[in-house]
């Protein structure tokens, strides 16, 4: 499989020397906590972050599902209907 360099990444710079220090600046902002929080906790229970498309696409990619979903079990239909009532 072959990895094609992203478009932003290329538009930091013409000249290759220039674009990695760009890039290693922005890196080297880190990245607000709250978005911390979702890729790690997505990290820690082996799903993905990204769009529902991208998440779709990788799972069509690898045959398995990998569909963020809530903790616990389902709940029954009745059960989210007398909720809701």
């Known amino acids: 499989m072959w990895i094609d360099k992203d478009p932003?990444?290329?538009?930091?710079?013409?000249?290759?020397?220039?674009?990695e220090q760009r890039y290693k600046h922005y890196i080297n902002q880190g990245i607000p906590e709250k978005e911390r929080q979702v890729i790690t906790g997505a990290l820690q229970r082996g799903q993905l972050t990204g769009t529902h498309r991208f998440v779709?696409?990788?799972?069509?990619?690898?045959g398995i599902r990998v569909e963020n979903r809530g903790r616990g079990r389902p709940k029954k239909w009745n059960e989210e209907r007398m909720n809701h009532e």
């Open 8 to 19: 932003c990444y290329l538009g930091l710079s013409k000249n290759k020397e220039e674009r």
């Open 56 to 62: 779709e696409e990788v799972e069509k990619s690898l």
